[in-house]
């Protein structure tokens, strides 16, 4: 028995907010954002997270040819819900008519997407599940400072979608690797939720936005990233050469391109789509996944690997063959 993904699907909005417009809202340059992280454009949503994550669902369903009763279980890596809750899981669920799944909401962050589909696969693995959509959906616009030349650039919306399962085949996804570091959540923290009830000295209207210290961040992931993915090589007994692509997180060209560098990998094997939709966060990795998917780049047996990192902070890598 194997574990596949037999459909994938994304979904961005039609909105496009370009450098150029920034230009209009803070003290920046097309050219430097361009420099510096290698954005052009990115999406905003009205609709929000729900909205976004029912369109990429719906996307991957229909190519894996499956009907929404057939799914077992939604997890959905966002920490952008629209609602603390019901959570966004259970609202595609509703959405799409799944009504057979299990669902719940996965918090990692950029990571969100991975770790879900991690998670996803050891319910598939045990044998109680059979089928999965796995999703990562984020609508960080709505997180951001807009007046904050040091965040607003960066970040994007999107949904991704994959469904996952178990069946008679060589594809695998696994072995992985996830690790947290909580001592380090203050250099990307957002705090959503206001602090106000008759219980607490301390009330707290203001919506907390994002905060991030840019430099601390990039350094954790230049060292960090390539050191989980030499990890779960390893761990998978697979050479670096022999992977056809590493589908990373979305979050600037040159963390990209320097964790190629330290992989001694091209980084052509570094597929980038960050130019027109920036940092979407949890959703970064499987709307890539899933626009490879759909230009037919991956053949069956192809070896992969996907990694994450972002808030938490948090990082991780998976193996998986096509
Ligand atoms: N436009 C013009 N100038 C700017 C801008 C801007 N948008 N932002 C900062 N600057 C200025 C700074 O004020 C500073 O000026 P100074 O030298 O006069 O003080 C100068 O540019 C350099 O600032 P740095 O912060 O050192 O710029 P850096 O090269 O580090 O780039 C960036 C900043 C792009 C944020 C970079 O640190 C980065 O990409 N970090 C990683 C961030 C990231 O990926 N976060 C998310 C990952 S996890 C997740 O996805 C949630």
Same mark, same amino acid.
């Given at each position: 028995?194997?574990?596949?993904?037999?459909?994938?699907?994304?979904?961005?909005?039609?909105?496009?907010?370009? !450098?150029?417009?920034?230009?209009?809202? $803070?003290?920046?340059?097309?050219?430097?954002i361009?420099?510096?992280?290698?954005?052009?454009?990115r999406r905003i949503t009205e609709a929000g997270t729900t909205d976004m994550a029912?369109?990429?669902?719906?996307?991957?369903?229909?190519?894996?040819?499956?009907?929404?009763?057939?799914?077992?279980?939604?997890?959905?890596?966002?920490s952008t819900g629209?609602?603390?809750?019901?959570?966004?899981?259970?609202?595609v669920q509703a959405a799409i008519g799944a009504g057979s799944a299990a669902c719940f909401d996965l918090s990692a962050a950029c990571? =969100?997407?991975?770790?879900?589909? !991690?998670? /996803?696969? $050891?319910?598939?693995?045990?044998?109680?599940?059979?089928? /999965?959509?796995?999703?990562g959906a984020d609508t960080l616009s709505k997180t951001v400072d807009w007046s904050d030349r040091g965040t607003c650039i960066l970040f994007g919306d999107g949904a991704g979608a994959a469904v996952v399962r178990r069946e008679e085949s060589a594809g695998c996804i696994g072995p992985f690797i996830m690790k947290a570091d909580g001592?380090?959540?203050?250099?990307?923290?957002?705090?959503? $939720?206001?602090?106000? !009830?008759?219980?607490?000295?301390?009330?707290?209207?203001?919506f907390g936005y994002m905060a991030m210290n840019g430099q601390e961040v990039f350094r954790f992931a230049v060292k960090t990233v390539p050191e989980v993915m030499e990890a779960v090589l390893e761990k998978a007994g697979v050479p670096a050469e022999e992977i056809q692509y590493f589908i990373l997180h979305q979050a600037n060209e040159r963390i990209l391109s320097s964790v190629a560098k330290r992989m001694r990998q091209p980084v052509s094997k570094f597929p980038m789509n960050l130019e027109r939709y920036g940092n979407?966060? =949890?959703?970064?990795?499987?709307?890539?996944?899933?626009e490879l998917n759909r230009q037919g780049k991956f053949n069956r047996g192809d070896k992969i $690997?996907?990694?994450?990192?972002?808030? =938490?902070?948090?990082?991780?890598?998976?193996?998986?063959?096509?």
């Open positions: 028995m194997g574990i596949r993904i037999i459909g994938t699907g994304s979904y961005v909005p039609d909105q496009i907010l370009t !450098n150029r417009d920034l230009e209009r809202m $803070v003290e920046t340059s097309d050219a430097w361009r420099e510096r992280t290698g954005i052009g454009s029912v369109k990429a669902a719906k996307r991957a369903a229909e190519q894996a040819g499956i009907f929404p009763e057939e799914l077992d279980l939604i997890i959905v890596g966002t629209d609602c603390l809750f019901p959570g966004t899981a259970c609202e990571s =969100g997407f991975l770790f879900s589909l !991690n998670t /996803a696969c $050891v319910y598939l693995e045990s044998g109680e599940y059979e089928t /999965a959509l796995v999703i001592s380090r959540g203050e250099c990307l923290k957002c705090s959503a $939720v206001p602090l106000r !009830n008759p219980f607490l000295d301390k009330q707290e209207d203001a979407t966060s =949890g959703a970064s990795i499987p709307i890539l996944l899933d $690997v996907l990694a994450g990192f972002g808030a =938490g902070l948090t990082w991780g890598a998976t193996f998986l063959r096509w």
